[in-house]
């Protein structure tokens, strides 16, 4: 059994070592037949050399360097594209995703479950904001997707071979694995787990932004409901407009003095520009998306790979 380790990383110099004394030995236990992938987005620190210097003691640890920076989720499938595991493990190298949880998911994985996901109890360190966001994303995405992505479960998982090669073949852009997995569907099962602090240095993730661009492509890649409400919140716009057209000719008829003016209109056109607004974002969002996948541009470009032969 071949077990490949799919790391993406960027100015990570400080965890690298670390991560590898952890992680080592314990792969060693399971299998000595393994491959350490480190996905590397050009960075400013020593990240590189760290990795070739490991990697000139132990030649199944292998880098790819891209020609610049696109991204962890592009980083991520480049991994999983280069990788030649049976089985194949996604994990950050923050120790975050503790490498002691290996040994069970390779059980599990021996077992006949094709998808292992380790399922966060407790998210030690991140900020309440985070929280929030996270499980507000998760609740509304399982809401409206065509497909369930099991809550509180990152990129870090074990996937079969199998699985593996059928999210490779989606050649979809927006890289939310997560998503791309559910897709795919397969066997799965959870193990949960309380997630530790990272070791070393600060995220290179925006923690608001990044869980918010997370959020919106499980609703946009995964759904079109967002469509379906705004042609329904449309709906209900327009019913409440013809409601006050006819209190206006009721009270016209009637005799009575109205005594609506100007705050009522600019309260009025303010709340229709807005919705307005929101409309043409959502289908943006949508179109967009579209205009990523039809432009078929490469979703990574290798610079450099060390321990895979010749470039492909």
Request: with cysteine; proline share 6%; hydrophobic share 45%.
């Amino acid at each position: 059994m071949l077990l490949s380790i799919v790391v993406p990383v960027y100015r990570e110099e400080k965890n690298i070592p670390e991560f590898l004394r952890r992680i080592r030995p314990l792969l060693s236990a399971i299998t000595e037949d393994y491959e350490i992938i480190f996905s590397l987005d050009p960075s400013p620190d020593r990240t590189e050399e760290v990795i070739l210097e490991h990697r000139a003691q132990d030649e199944r640890i292998k880098l790819l360097k891209f020609s610049r920076r696109f991204g962890q989720p592009m980083a991520t499938l480049a991994g999983m594209e280069y990788s030649r595991g049976d089985a194949v493990v996604v994990m950050d190298v923050d120790l975050q995703d503790p490498p002691e949880l290996l040994t069970e998911m390779v059980a599990k994985w021996r077992e006949g479950y094709e998808v292992v996901l380790p399922q966060r109890r407790q998210r030690t360190g991140e900020p309440w904001i985070k929280k929030l966001v996270a499980a507000t994303g998760y609740k509304v995405i399982n809401k409206i997707a065509d497909v369930p992505v099991p809550p509180n479960t990152g990129d870090f998982r074990l996937m079969s071979r199998r699985v593996v090669q059928e999210v490779v073949r989606l050649k979809e852009h927006h890289g939310f694995l997560r998503g791309m997995v559910a897709v795919v569907g397969f066997r799965q099962c959870l193990i949960p787990f309380d997630r530790p602090p990272r070791f070393a240095g600060q995220t290179n993730y925006n923690r608001f932004v990044g869980s918010l661009r997370i959020g919106f492509n499980g609703i946009f890649c995964f759904s079109t409901y967002a469509l379906t409400l705004s042609t329904m919140f449309g709906f209900v716009v327009a019913g409440f407009s013809f409601l006050l057209m006819a209190i206006y000719l009721f009270y016209k008829l009637m005799g009575w003095q109205i005594l609506w003016g100007n705050p009522t209109l600019v309260i009025l056109i303010s709340f229709l520009g807005g919705i307005q607004l929101i409309g043409i974002g959502i289908l943006g969002e949508y179109i967009g998306r579209i205009y990523e996948e039809v432009r078929a541009r490469p979703k990574f470009i290798v610079d450099r790979a060390e321990g895979f032969g010749a470039l492909r």
